[in-house]
């Protein structure tokens, strides 16, 4: 008996930290980073399709282990404990130019991207099943960094969503709603 109560609670708990995020979304430009290492650099001239300025590691910069830095840091406030998901709007140049590397403070980085759509703005989830277990993310300040893993990518905008079933089409509004 003791427990099914303890697991109920448990559930109950996850639940609540779930529900209370479900209507949260964060969306902020990738240029407005707090730190932008190279060979990351902001890119100011226009892209079509891009929301306006981006983030870019251009095609022959270098990628680990020849070139261990690039990165963006964001400073994310979120505004209620929950499970988020991560979306980010991307352009690959191509197969070897699919991917980041992906930290939440002192947290283990994780593999982000690797999907085949090139040569485009498109947007890209992470984690890419619906069954996967999102991202646990408490009220308060948290620091994100996106590294580079390889070069040729672009990064148009970021987006943490409390509800697992939306999905970005186009450009987002920015801000957090």
Known sequence: MKRTNSVTVLCVVFFAAYAQ???????????????????????TKTTIGASGNYLE??????????????????????????????????????????????????QTPFLFGEDATYKVWHWVRYPVSRTARPIQLTAGKHT???????DGVRLDQVLLSGDKRFVPVDIEKTGTR
């Open 144 to 150: 994100l960094s996106i590294m580079n893993r390889e």
């Open 21 to 43: 995020a479900a209507g949260v979304k964060i969306c902020f430009e990738a240029e407005t980073a707090k730190e932008v290492e190279k060979p990351m650099a902001v890119m």
């Open 57 to 106: 590691i251009p095609e022959g910069a270098g990628n680990p282990p020849k070139l261990n830095a690039g990165k963006a840091v964001y400073s994310v406030d979120v505004p209620e404990e929950g499970s988020y998901v991560l979306w980010l709007r991307v352009w690959w140049n191509g197969e070897c130019s699919n991917s980041f590397t992906i930290s939440f403070d002192s």
